[in-house]
């Protein structure tokens, strides 16, 4: 089957978005259930860090001119612990490689133990419009076992601030926690919605090597986690609260009433193109037909070395073949209320094989189709992870 070839179609980043992925690596404290590139670190040279993007984003810039911005994210690490200067001169930095679109979407990821009034106007008169809150969890004890410096109280509060300074904000909970019934998790979601959230993302826990929770389970320690079935209940009560309340998800583990969805992640799960900048950041850009993946030194003080010396901070990009590109378009647009799209595939693969896998998930209830798209149906969304072997298993 023929593939399209540059200047076949519009380019990818026309497509499906091009965004600025922003790592600030440092924490007050490393959370236990946390496989993210982050550190605690006393000091921080604020204005070293902030030239150091500045150098990151001129090279970013010379490789992708011409490009229409859509979104910045702030991600890390603790981004509310970033001077808000510094916050400036990295969006400061962006507009002069890349023209912003008039809705531009800028996100900053704040925990709510680092939150202050005064500190998120500042942040509002850099540029950033749109708030992501760590809440976690909306029990103390709970707070307390996800190793967070918060309580419930301090995070109720600084949800109020960022509903008082910005206009778009969201925040996170995690559920399928340690001794979680599916009664207290239900109590737990509405008493969030109590505080009318127009976007949320609510994950399960997940335990990963190399945390200290991963730590914990591999040693027997870590007690009270819920079987597949409670997972599973956990879940399907999960969507049926937020769908009764006019918050369903448009993504897996993402919620928003219409117009609230996140841009920039969204850029991620359509495939889009993405540059990443900090320690450990991944990006993803299609450069004269080719799609490069690109991924950043993961140690602070290396990749500060590296920006201030003036040599790219990126490791040795990839190439990605089109199968490559296939398998993580898959793995990303599938998570997606909306799906997956079949020309989009059919430009990185074949599909006829892939529609008869489709027709055949199609019949179980587990796959929906029209003709233009396909994706997992409600039914088939907790069975994600086996939708996907079954399509995966010859792309």
């Known amino acids: 089957m023929k593939h399209s070839k540059p200047g076949d179609a519009r380019e990818n980043w026309e497509e499906s978005g091009f965004g600025l992925y922003v790592h600030w690596p440092f924490c007050a404290a490393k959370c236990p259930y946390c496989d993210f590139n982050s550190y605690v670190s006393k000091e921080v040279s604020h204005v070293q860090w902030a030239e150091a993007f500045e150098r990151e984003i001129l090279n970013a810039g010379a490789a992708t001119q011409g490009r229409t911005l859509d ?172 769908n009764e309340r006019g918050i369903p998800a448009y993504e897996i583990s993402n919620h928003a009433v219409s117009g609230e969805e996140s841009v920039h992640n969204r850029i991620y799960w359509r495939g889009g193109d993405f540059v990443g900048i900090g320690p450990g950041a991944h990006g993803r850009l299609t450069i ?51 799906g997956t799209q079949f020309d989009k595939l059919d430009r990185l693969t074949p599909v006829s094989a892939l529609k008869r896998k489709i027709q055949h998930l199609d019949q179980l209830g587990l796959v929906w189709q029209d003709g233009q798209k396909f994706g997992a149906t409600p039914e088939g969304r907790p069975l994600l992870n086996r939708i996907l072997l079954e399509l995966l298993s010859d792309t």
């Open 71 to 242: 979104s910045i994210f702030f991600g890390g690490g603790t981004p509310s612990l970033m001077d808000p200067q510094t916050t400036k001169r990295i969006i400061d930095a962006a507009q002069r490689q890349w023209t912003f679109r008039n809705s531009i979407e800028i996100t900053l990821e704040a925990n709510p133990s680092s939150v202050e009034y005064g500190k998120f106007v500042d942040f509002q008169s850099a540029g950033v419009n749109r708030i992501s809150l760590g809440i976690q969890s909306l029990d103390d004890q709970a707070l307390r076992r996800l190793g967070r410096l918060h309580s419930v109280e301090t995070a109720q509060k600084a949800w109020d601030i960022a509903n008082k300074v910005f206009d778009h904000a969201s925040f996170d909970l995690i559920y399928a926690r340690q001794n979680q019934s599916l009664k207290s998790w239900e109590a737990e979601l509405l008493e969030a919605f109590q505080m009318n959230p127009n976007h949320l993302s609510l994950y399960q826990l997940t335990v990963e090597d190399g945390t200290a929770f991963g730590d914990l389970l591999s040693r027997g320690r870590l007690q009270g986690l819920p079987d597949e079935d409670l997972g599973a209940d956990l879940y399907e009560r999960t969507q049926d609260i937020c």
């Open 288 to 338: 004269g037909g080719r799609r490069i993946a690109t991924v950043q030194e993961k140690t602070p003080a290396k990749w500060l070395l590296r920006a201030a010396e003036g040599r790219a901070a990126e490791q040795d990009p990839e190439v990605l073949n089109l199968t490559d590109q296939a398998r993580e378009y898959l793995l990303m647009s599938m998570r997606m209320a909306e």
